[in-house]
């Protein structure tokens, strides 16, 4: 399983950016897809989650300003994030789990400046 994120970068407090995750090597459309992040010195936490049938959970502090979703037919699961705080500044990594495997990419930075 392979999972290549993009999309991140530098932006100014209140902009937009929105991530993407490819997978390879696995069946796409059953699996759940996550979206973590981990800002420096701390521990990586979920930020959103996507199930195959479409059910969503977030991280109470990205409610209303997050969106995450899923193109089967790309095998790709994005995250839209709106209103950036510099609080959301963090190395964000897309993640797979079933009872067969357990894969990450390799993530990628998002910094908001103030």
């Known amino acids: 399983v392979q999972l290549v994120e993009s999309g991140g970068g530098l932006v100014q407090a209140g902009g937009s950016l929105r991530l993407s995750c490819v997978a390879s090597?696995?069946?796409?459309?059953?699996?759940?897809m996550n979206w973590y992040r981990q800002p420096p010195g701390k521990q990586r936490d979920l930020v959103a989650a996507i199930t195959s049938g479409g059910f969503i959970n977030y991280a109470d502090s990205v409610k209303g300003r997050f969106t995450i979703s899923r193109d089967n037919t790309k095998n790709t699961v994005y995250l839209q994030m709106n209103s950036l705080k510099p609080e959301d500044t963090a190395v964000y990594y897309c993640n797979v789990r079933s009872p067969r495997f357990d894969s990450w990419g390799q993530g990628t930075q998002v910094t908001v400046s103030s």
């Open positions: 090597g696995m069946i796409f459309s059953p699996n759940a």
